[in-house]
């Protein structure tokens, strides 16, 4: 670099080309940003709109279709919402004057090129995204998806990705409370990392990224700056990850960033201890696109004019550009406005937890973000332009023809055990199965005790969160997607991970409040893809009326793609409800109480299609989706939650992949004790055992309460059945007339497939 | 007298509230310690919590031994204040040479998170008395350094001494040498553990409520001396 490229110089330099193409921008894109300016934009601009208008940062190819959440966002949905989409994290009113804010976010690509670090640092993302919203972090959970088990590359991706989350979420001292882990040959060239991050505050402790007040300062403190992550939102998150040398001629370090824990966990104290002392008036957290998104979306959401001296920024590396400095995704950093007579303040908290902390300008009262660099102007815009304005596309969407060969070709067809011995032996396929085999292998990595409040974690339906000590009011969270479901049918599919992951909340006894998501899918310029993107939005912005809880945040991850081959659409759904006395949460294995009878909530129909069993025994996907009936998962969890509340129900587990024979193995294992399962003589068993309909729960009931429990089952009108008894003297599991396992042959089963792949 | 424990918290300590809470779960009130302090505000006794003290990336509690604390904590054992250190304050009391020994990478080299059986080996040390001898015990243990290992004749000689404490039951989660899970020092007023006895106080929270025996054999250690 000779000359600085100033804003002066850029007025005196009109034709100079700019590589507009090679950061991702479309010629037309281009010449707006030229319009907006009324010249051509410096090279720090150019990277600033690259970076803000890559769509990851402006969701330019999914906006159009968020018309589905206005529509579907009842007044009474919206009054439990504090904070919606737009912020860094949907916030909802959980009672007693707490607010919980949550949200799930992405690091696909990252995760495929480098597993340990791209996972790691989708952890400290998400978890700043949290503290942005001026609350403690309080859990994590990460839905994971991965190629074949057996395949040579998951070996590589899957330990990587465990250990990289662990490692870095371990070391800030929250627990991992739940989750996924799923494999797809879809996922093969392309794994999903999506990481989902809980935390509270108290109501009036809102924090809202905003810079208003003129005078005031802006202060950027955590991690040094450095050269990693340059171009990774544009270039990583887009349309390639081949990697870039954007030709000034000096090495990148790799775009994927590198994370450390130990900063990070000092940073969250030491914004809390601010927050506790009242100085902060705006902040928001350096994620994709560093300071080029903090310092325009901050302007943007307040008055609109800033001031920032680039040059002021600490960095670690000698003879960075103010466009480097701008878009560097270096982890651990905030950027905060404070009151000048707040700085001094400030500076002490920093300085007790060894945080670096900088003022890098203020803000004005004029309408743009001007950043100057040793004097010289080198930014001068607008800043909604940046954050806010960025392009919008209207990509055709079209509902491919093969959806129809799809359907169409169901597992009516596909030959079934039928002999109890053909159940006896597929009941153990199934349960050793990479998908339905226990999970303990990933979870045991994290640590899911810190902070001593955790009352559920993996392997129950949901985790749950003690978050007040006095009153032990605590939250829930589940995260749900059958990608085969989706597939089969995107609109039903979404909705069928919503009433999951609703469920899943239920069965713990919490009460389902808000909804967030992560919005996982292939290319945008593919029509089909398009399609099932829109019919996913629309089905989840649907469902949620339906249910009357309200979307308060999300994420859209596209481009999941090997080649041609998109991914199985992947729509995560994570729920959060709230429970006011954690002491009645409902475990997930039975054994709790002298006496229990098992009952089946919900009706069981012969659905297959996009069942476990069809992909493990027959490697077939095809067919129509369970159906969803949304009244239905409302009634179902209203009465899980008069169950816990009243004592009625001493154990519940959620039917979903596997069915009922996966169901009552995990429960029998999780609570040590055996049990014996009548089927109903009317129903094939094998449907009875491996159908998934959706809508179902076995619970287990003490015997004092039965009479009871199914009375009011009866009364609300929910299908019922007595399905067998918990014997607690026995150590194996009887499902009558069909066979008998001991305890021990299911856990070796179960608990031995992760281990034999991954150590 | 009410007795008072001191919590000391290091950036990047984790398990500080959890070690508090075990404490006043015990009916002793618990004063939080700060790496830079240079006293310990008058405290009966100190428990070392787990966590990754200052990241730990050079090796697991090596730079939090060189904390102002620590000095004082050094004396005040040195002089029989009962110390107790889970986990990474196991590893920082090793490495303070308040206990012999080390922790090193667990042997499949992967972090676990686990509930395990302990078997309480010694029943007279400061922080083990409410336990029945022999008592196995079922608390989480979670770690990426929890290996412990000495040299033959130390083990020997822990071993003769009474100077192990736990020992691991049912699997040994992380390759320890003779499934030692803790120690403790030749009074019996130091002990180190790689378990987390604090995380088992509730058997809501925890595995089981197990773990508080030792925050009230600290209370009868303490309520004894001032007796």
Same mark, same amino acid.
């Given at each position: ?309 680039? $040059? ?91 959806? $129809? ?175 006011? $006395? ?97 089927? $109903? ?79 | ?68 604390? &620590? ?77 412990? &290992? ?78």
């Amino acid at each position: 670099m000779t000359t600085l490229d100033s804003v002066k110089h850029a007025e005196s330099t009109p034709d100079t080309a700019l590589p507009w193409a090679e950061l991702g921008l479309k010629e037309d894109e281009y010449a707006r940003i030229r319009e907006i300016l009324g010249r051509r934009p410096t090279d720090a601009e150019l990277a600033m709109y690259s970076v803000m208008w890559s769509e990851h940062c402006s969701y330019k190819s999914s906006k159009v279709h968020w018309h589905y959440w206005q529509e579907n966002t009842t007044e009474e949905m919206r009054a439990k919402m504090l904070a919606g989409i737009g912020e860094n994290a949907g916030v909802v009113d959980v009672g007693d004057g707490w607010a919980v804010t949550f949200k799930v976010e992405s690091h696909n690509h990252p995760s495929y090129v480098e597993p340990y670090q791209g996972a790691a640092t989708g952890v400290g993302g998400i978890v700043r995204d949290i503290i942005a919203m001026g609350a403690r972090p309080l859990a994590v959970l990460d839905p994971l998806r991965f190629g074949a088990a057996d395949h040579p590359d998951t070996k590589r991706v899957l330990p990587g990705v465990v250990a990289g989350i662990g490692g870095y979420g371990n070391c800030l001292g929250l627990p991992n409370i739940g989750g996924e882990v799923v494999f797809d040959p879809s996922y093969q060239g392309n794994p999903l990392v999506n990481a989902m991050c809980i935390g509270a505050m108290r109501s009036e402790d809102l924090h809202l990224a905003h810079a208003s007040g003129v005078g005031n300062k802006v202060m950027l403190f955590g991690a040094r700056t450095g050269l990693d992550g340059i171009g990774g939102v544009s270039v990583l998150a887009s349309e390639t990850f081949s990697g870039d040398e954007s030709g000034t001629g000096r090495k990148k370090l790799p775009s994927v960033q590198v994370g450390d824990p130990f900063t990070e966990k000092v940073l969250i104290e030491c914004c809390m201890e601010l927050y506790r002392e009242g100085i902060v008036v705006g902040i928001q957290d350096l994620g994709g696109a560093g300071l080029s998104c903090a310092t325009s979306e901050l302007a943007s959401a307040g008055d609109g004019g800033m001031r920032v001296e680039l $040059d002021r920024v600490p960095l670690r590396a000698t003879g960075m550009t103010p466009a480097e400095i701008l878009s560097s995704e270096s982890q651990e950093r905030m950027c905060a406005v404070v009151k000048p007579e707040d700085v001094e303040a400030f500076l002490r908290v920093c300085r007790k937890w060894d945080v670096i902390a900088t003022e890098i300008g203020e803000v004005t009262d004029g309408d743009n973000l001007v950043i100057t660099w040793h004097g010289e102007t080198v930014v001068d815009v607008p800043p909604r332009t940046v954050a806010h304005q960025g392009p919008e596309y209207h990509r055709p969407f079209e509902r491919p023809t093969e959806q $129809d060969v799809l359907r169409s070709a169901t597992p009516d067809l596909l030959p079934r055990p039928s002999t109890p011995e053909e159940l006896r032996e597929t009941i153990l396929t199934m349960i050793s199965s990479p998908n339905l085999a226990s999970r303990e292998w990933v979870t045991q990595q994290y640590d899911r005790y810190v902070r001593g409040g955790t009352v559920l974690a993996q392997p129950c339906d949901s985790g749950m969160i003690r978050i007040d000590e006095e009153t032990w009011r605590g939250v829930a969270a589940a995260t749900d997607c059958n990608g085969r479901f989706v597939k089969l049918d995107p609109y039903t599919g979404t909705q069928l991970a919503l009433a999951e992951a609703y469920r899943n909340v239920a069965t713990g006894g919490a009460t389902p409040l808000g909804v967030t998501n992560c919005l996982n899918f292939g290319s945008p310029e593919d029509p089909g893809v398009m399609w099932q993107f829109e019919q996913a939005v629309k089905g989840l912005a649907e469902g949620c009326r339906e249910l009357g809880i309200p979307v308060t945040g999300g994420n859209v991850s596209f481009y999941n793609q090997t080649g041609d081959t998109a991914i199985l659409p992947t729509p995560v759904v994570g729920v959060l409800g709230v429970i006011d $006395d954690v002491r009645r949460r409902i475990p997930t294995g039975f054994g709790n109480e002298a006496g229990e009878s098992l009952i089946l909530l919900g009706e069981t129909r012969e659905e297959l299609g996009g069942s476990e069993w069809a992909h493990v025994v027959h490697g077939h996907l095809g067919g129509t989706s369970p159906e969803v009936d949304l009244a239905r998962e409302k009634l179902l969890a209203q009465i899980l939650v008069a169950g816990s509340r009243d004592g009625m129900v001493s154990a519940a587990h959620d039917l979903s992949e596997g069915g009922l024979a996966q169901t009552v193995v995990e429960m029998a294992l999780i609570g040590q004790t055996g049990a014996r399962v009548v089927l $109903d003589p009317d129903l094939d068993p094998f449907v009875q055992l491996f159908s998934e309909s959706a809508g179902r729960v076995l619970v287990a009931v003490p015997r004092s309460e039965e009479l009871r429990f199914t009375e009011l089952c009866s009364a609300r009108g929910l299908p019922w059945r007595r399905t067998g008894v918990v014997v607690p003297e026995s150590d194996s599991l009887e499902i009558q007339d069909v066979a008998t396992f001991p305890l021990d042959e299911l856990r070796t089963a179960w608990e031995g497939t992760l281990p034999a792949l991954f150590d | 007298m009410t007795a008072r424990i001191g919590v000391i918290t290091f950036p990047g300590t984790l398990d500080d509230i959890d070690a508090a809470r075990a404490v006043k779960y015990a009916d002793i009130e618990a004063v939080s310690l700060w790496h830079g302090d240079h006293d310990l505000k008058g405290v009966d006794a100190v428990v070392v919590p787990g966590g990754f003290s200052y990241g730990d990336y050079l090796r697991a509690g090596a730079i939090a031994r060189f904390a102002p604390v &620590m000095a004082k904590v050094v004396d005040a054992a040195r002089g029989g204040m009962p110390v107790l250190g889970i986990c990474n304050g196991f590893q920082i009391l090793c490495e303070a040479g308040l206990l012999p020994g080390a922790l090193v990478r667990n042997h499949k080299l992967h972090f676990v998170c686990r509930d395990q059986w302990l078997r309480v080996e010694n029943t007279s040390t400061a922080w083990t008395t409410r336990y029945e001898p022999g008592a196995e015990i079922l608390v989480p243990v979670k770690n990426g350094e929890g290996a412990y &290992m000495a040299d033959e004749a130390t083990l020997d000689a822990l071993e003769g001494d009474g100077r192990v404490v736990f020992r691991y039951v049912g699997g040994n989660p992380n390759g320890s040498r003779r499934d030692i899970a803790g120690i403790s020092s030749r009074d019996g007023r130091i002990v180190g553990l790689m378990p987390h006895p604090e995380h088992a106080i509730d058997a809501l929270t925890g595995p089981s409520d197990d773990g508080l025996g030792m925050f009230l054999s600290a209370l009868d250690a303490l309520q004894g001396a001032a007796a």
